[in-house]
């Protein structure tokens, strides 16, 4: 109570304070997706207690359905793990949103099925 009173009678701490961050960038719109996943949002949440060598759920979700997908890793999975884990989830588990299913890369390049 005595610190509250004291900011409060203090003629500097009551002064309006300057900006101390760059000035915002301008924002940039994420395109409307046209089927479901298309477009995605990724976040991790944790530390958790581990558990099967799991101490963080990786939350993924997509922007059309908003369906959410929570896949358990630690902290020492790559970005690279992910990746595969993501692919083959899609691939083995979402084929019925998808339209196109990479089953290939030869050359730097992606062949697709329809």
Known sequence: MDTEKFCKSCE???????EYQKPL??????????RP????????????????RYNYLWVVICRMTSMVHLVPVNTK???SQLSAI?????????????????????????????
């Open 12 to 18: 500097i701490c009551a002064q309006p304070k300057g």
């Open 25 to 34: 960038g301008k924002l940039h719109l994420l395109q409307i997706a046209t």
């Open 37 to 52: 996943w298309e477009s995605i949002g990724m976040d991790f949440v944790g530390p958790f207690l581990e558990e099967n």
């Open 77 to 79: 999975t790559t970005a």
């Open 86 to 114: 993501l692919y083959n989830y899609m691939d083995c588990h979402l084929q019925l949103y998808v339209t196109k299913i990479p089953n290939s890369c030869q050359n730097g390049g992606i062949n697709y099925i329809e």
